[in-house]
């Protein structure tokens, strides 16, 4: 029987040893081949932490969007969830966490439906496109506040917008920058309206 219990605490200790190493890899502290093998032949055959369970699709990152109001030949770029991400780190239970969360799914509704051809960089057809359509209307709210800009143009003028989705993915733990390196995707020329539509 003592036998028995000086092997279960053995491979028990074994057990948390290599997850630890697993981890401290992963963190950048150790870096060899022993680590890797471990990693690649224990861990995440047996014990990698997926948490699609949980969360399907969760952010690796700060996915946002910017979007270029074109009237004639004057424009006005602006960053619209900028005030929302601001917003978001005032508290826990704050109304701009939702917001994120729900913006964060537009966009990964839109990649979607580029990845499946259902919407198309050239030929925009919002109606195929949910989070489109809701990026699309929260620009327009957006918009309106921007008293300066409408007041320069016509009542009659059409307003198209070029829409950038960004993505600034997620750095490793131990790196001394939050993100990395910026990268878009731009959709142009979508017809968002008339100002008195707005």
Not at 40 to 65: L, R, T, V
Not at 101 to 122: A, G, H, P, V
Not at 135 to 160: A, E, G, M, P, R
Request: net charge positive; with cysteine; glycine share 4%.
């Amino acid at each position: 029987m003592k036998k028995l219990k000086i092997l279960i605490i053995s491979v028990i200790v074994l057990h948390f040893l290599l997850i630890s190493i697993g981890q401290l890899r992963d963190l950048g502290y150790i870096n060899n081949s022993f680590a890797k093998h471990i990693n690649d032949s224990y861990i995440i055959p047996y014990f990698e932490q997926s948490w699609s369970m949980f969360a399907p699709n969760p952010p690796k990152g700060n996915q946002y969007f910017v979007v270029k109001y074109k009237i004639n030949n004057d424009s006005l770029t602006l960053d619209i969830h900028e005030q929302v991400r601001k917003g978001s780190v005032l508290s826990l239970f704050n109304i701009n966490q939702r917001l994120l969360k729900y913006q964060n799914e537009c966009y990964n509704d839109i990649l979607r439906k580029l990845e499946s051809k259902k919407i198309s960089f050239s030929n925009i057809n919002v109606s195929n496109s949910h989070g489109l359509e809701s990026i699309l209307n929260y620009s327009k709210i957006v918009l309106k506040k921007q008293l300066k800009f409408l007041s320069n143009i016509k009542s009659t003028d059409s307003i198209k917008v070029d829409i950038y989705l960004i993505d600034e993915p997620l750095n490793k733990p131990n790196s001394p920058n939050k993100y990395g390196e910026k990268k878009y995707i731009q959709l142009e020329n979508i017809y968002l309206g008339k100002k008195d539509e707005l």
